[in-house]
């Protein structure tokens, strides 16, 4: 009898400006597994946003504090998984399986900032979370992660691609689903950290708009590009020659200090816009695949994807259209990595995080039900 599992997953991405989460329905198990999206909801973060962002952007802070933003994070993340879980009329889960908050990324190290007890307390039932830290150990960049869940969820008969256009754009190349055995296919996936995306995008409309971000790239579409600062920008958002996966010191904030005082906001936020889209677009029509799925924020932004779909020789498509919101995405697939870390699977592909061990050590840090205590109300005090 085919096996059933209802699994949370919870997304807080470098872009900090909300908290995903997202309910599958796992039929199956290990490589044979489907997944449906039976739910999904974001929130804000509210004042914990400027507090993430601080950590993130290395201000010094006492332990007390980091100590603090962690548990405030496990309550928030406790709170919407409930919510979540009763307006979609779901008694339990299975399993949740969170990301947390990356507040520094430098493979060897890297920080998912998070206390997952609050969501093992609230949801009584087993919790995964750190799961970049076994890939880490072992060598590689512990990013990305998601292509073995891109491979579950969007596989097809032709080679396809799939892109993130998060506070980093990372791709997941696929092969084609063909006569191969899953094994096979699965060690053919390949997948990279592209260049900063909606970090710098969002970076440019808090400094030149005061906005958290360009809603729809509407400012951005009303510009014009600068020729020499796209030049200087293009340049810096060339992938890495040594293939490092972005984190802390990637995101380019000098070049929008620097081109603040002699451009317009709206030339700014377009010439940003066209610069990252034609980076990303460039990394596309160099892959040669037949089409690619774009998720997350910047998906919304209407230049950015214009500017993508200029440069790349693929159609291009946005992943709402195949059944998954843009905005849930990732936390979907952090659901799918969950159930495959519980199955047992090493989740990172050696040849995507450049990882040269094949060791297998189990994937993430577990809080299991049976060890969580029985309350029922949550302290936020």
């Given at each position: 009898?085919?096996?059933?599992?209802?699994?949370?997953?919870?997304?807080?991405?470098?872009?900090?400006?909300?908290?995903?989460?997202?309910?599958?329905r796992?039929?199956?198990?290990?490589?044979?597994?489907?997944?449906?999206?039976?739910?999904?909801?974001?929130?804000?973060?509210?004042?914990?946003?400027?507090?993430?962002?601080?950590?993130a952007?290395?201000?010094?802070m006492?332990?007390?504090?980091?100590?603090?933003?962690?548990?405030?994070?496990?309550?928030?993340?406790?709170?919407?998984?409930?919510?979540?879980?009763?307006?979609?009329?779901?008694?339990?889960?299975?399993?949740?399986?969170?990301?947390?908050?990356?507040?520094?990324?430098?493979?060897p190290?890297?920080?998912?900032?998070?206390?997952?007890?609050?969501?093992?307390?609230?949801?009584?039932?087993?919790?995964?979370?750190?799961?970049?830290?076994?890939?880490?150990?072992?060598?590689?960049?512990?990013?990305?992660?998601?292509?073995?869940?891109?491979?579950?969820?969007?596989?097809?008969?032709?080679p396809?691609?799939?892109?993130?256009?998060?506070?980093?754009?990372?791709?997941?190349?696929?092969?084609?689903?063909?006569?191969?055995?899953?094994?096979?296919?699965?060690?053919?996936?390949?997948?990279?950290?592209?260049?900063?995306?909606?970090?710098?995008?969002?970076?440019?409309?808090?400094?030149?708009?005061?906005?958290?971000?360009?809603?729809?790239?509407?400012?951005?579409?009303?510009?014009?590009?600068?020729?020499?600062?796209?030049?200087?920008?293009r340049?810096?958002?060339?992938?890495?020659?040594?293939?490092?996966?972005?984190?802390?010191?990637?995101?380019?904030?000098?070049?929008?200090?620097?081109?603040?005082?002699?451009?317009t906001?709206?030339?700014?936020?377009?010439?940003?816009?066209?610069?990252?889209?034609?980076?990303?677009?460039?990394?596309?029509?160099?892959?040669?695949?037949?089409?690619?799925?774009?998720a997350?924020?910047?998906?919304?932004?209407?230049?950015?994807?214009?500017?993508?779909?200029?440069?790349?020789?693929?159609?291009v498509?946005?992943?709402?259209?195949?059944?998954?919101?843009?905005?849930?995405?990732e936390?979907?697939?952090?659901?799918?990595?969950?159930?495959?870390?519980?199955?047992?699977?090493?989740?990172?592909?050696?040849?995507?995080?450049?990882?040269?061990?094949?060791?297998?050590?189990?994937?993430?840090?577990?809080?299991?039900?049976?060890?969580?205590?029985?309350?029922?109300?949550?302290?936020?005090?």
């Amino acid at each position: 009898m085919q096996r059933t599992r209802l699994v949370l997953g919870a997304m807080t991405g470098t872009s900090i400006d909300g908290i995903d989460l997202a309910v599958a329905r796992i039929d199956g198990a290990g490589l044979a597994m489907r997944a449906t999206l039976l739910a999904e909801r974001s929130a804000p973060l509210g004042p914990l946003a400027e507090r993430l962002r601080a950590a993130a952007n290395q201000h010094p802070m006492p332990a007390s504090e980091f100590a603090a933003i962690a548990r405030d994070l496990g309550v928030l993340h406790a709170r919407e998984s409930v919510e979540l879980l009763r307006s979609a009329g779901i008694a339990r889960v299975d399993l949740a399986a969170l990301h947390g908050q990356t507040v520094f990324h430098r493979p060897p190290e890297s920080w998912q900032l998070l206390n997952a007890h609050p969501v093992a307390l609230a949801l009584q039932c087993d919790v995964v979370f750190d799961l970049r830290g076994a890939d880490l150990a072992l060598g590689g960049q512990g990013a990305p992660l998601t292509p073995l869940a891109d491979w579950i969820l969007f596989r097809t008969a032709h080679p396809r691609a799939i892109i993130n256009l998060g506070g980093f754009a990372n791709a997941t190349f696929l092969p084609a689903d063909d006569d191969r055995t899953h094994t096979q296919q699965v060690a053919a996936i390949r997948g990279a950290d592209l260049c900063a995306c909606n970090q710098l995008l969002d970076h440019a409309a808090r400094r030149v708009i005061d906005k958290p971000y360009d809603s729809g790239g509407a400012v951005a579409a009303s510009g014009t590009r600068n020729d020499a600062a796209f030049a200087e920008l293009r340049a810096l958002l060339a992938p890495r020659a040594d293939g490092r996966s972005l984190g802390t010191g990637d995101e380019f904030f000098a070049w929008v200090d620097r081109y603040t005082p002699h451009l317009t906001p709206a030339d700014l936020l377009a010439t940003a816009a066209d610069a990252t889209g034609e980076a990303i677009g460039s990394a596309l029509r160099a892959s040669g695949v037949h089409d690619a799925i774009v998720a997350g924020g910047g998906a919304r932004h209407g230049r950015l994807c214009a500017a993508i779909a200029s440069t790349a020789n693929c159609k291009v498509i946005a992943s709402s259209d195949l059944g998954v919101p843009v905005s849930c995405r990732e936390a979907l697939e952090w659901a799918i990595l969950g159930a495959l870390a519980a199955d047992g699977l090493d989740i990172a592909l050696p040849a995507v995080t450049q990882r040269a061990s094949t060791g297998l050590i189990p994937s993430g840090t577990w809080i299991r039900a049976s060890a969580a205590n029985s309350p029922t109300t949550l302290n936020t005090t």
